[in-house]
């Protein structure tokens, strides 16, 4: 039995852009239903969540700590792109995973991944991209791992 979950684990990770980071978080996952794709799906939302929300508190942090205007106003444009992720967009892409509405889950997804990638443009070039560029990129790879498990879903 335990081949065949890891089976169904490494065929659904193999259709996504990133198979190492969707295999390895499910894997890890000592809860993950591994012949189950919807719950596959909820484990990688629920991942993205929690790298959000971890995200969201370092953007604090950091606001609380800069001296530097421009710096300040740009990790605001990022708190405001990353606070609805963290509360509407994926508890709204969980809930309809298990609800089993996967078209509107794959819509929430492509949404947090567009808040992100607002954030990630916000830096980009600056001499103050280091700072979230590491958490940024690792949020865009779970949101395309997340989107693909969906969109396998939507497809049957």
């Given amino acids: 039995m335990k081949d065949e979950d890891n089976d169904l684990v490494d065929q659904i990770c193999k ?3 990133f198979y190492d980071l969707c295999s390895s978080i ?3 996952n000592p809860l993950a ?7 596959m799906a909820l484990i990688m939302v ?3 969540l929690a790298n959000a ?6 953007i604090e942090e950091l606001i609380k700590q800069t001296t530097d205007k421009d710096l300040e106003q740009q990790l605001a444009f990022c708190a405001e792109s990353y606070i609805p992720v963290v509360k ?9 995973i298990s609800q089993g509405r996967f078209g509107f889950a794959s819509y929430s997804i492509v949404d947090a991944e567009k808040e992100i990638g607002a954030c990630n443009k916000k830096f980009s070039g600056s001499s ?3 700072l979230l560029g590491d958490r940024n990129s690792i949020m865009q790879k779970l949101v395309d791992v997340a989107a693909a498990i969906v969109k396998l879903l939507l497809n049957g």
Avoid: M, R, V
């Fill in 15 to 17: 259709q996504t852009p």
């Fill in 26 to 28: 499910l894997h890890a």
């Fill in 33 to 39: 239903p591994k012949s189950d794709p919807k719950g």
């Fill in 46 to 48: 629920n991942d993205i």
């Fill in 53 to 58: 929300t971890d995200t969201l508190s370092y």
């Fill in 88 to 96: 509407y967009i994926l508890p709204q892409a969980a809930d309809a």
């Fill in 128 to 130: 103050s991209s280091s």
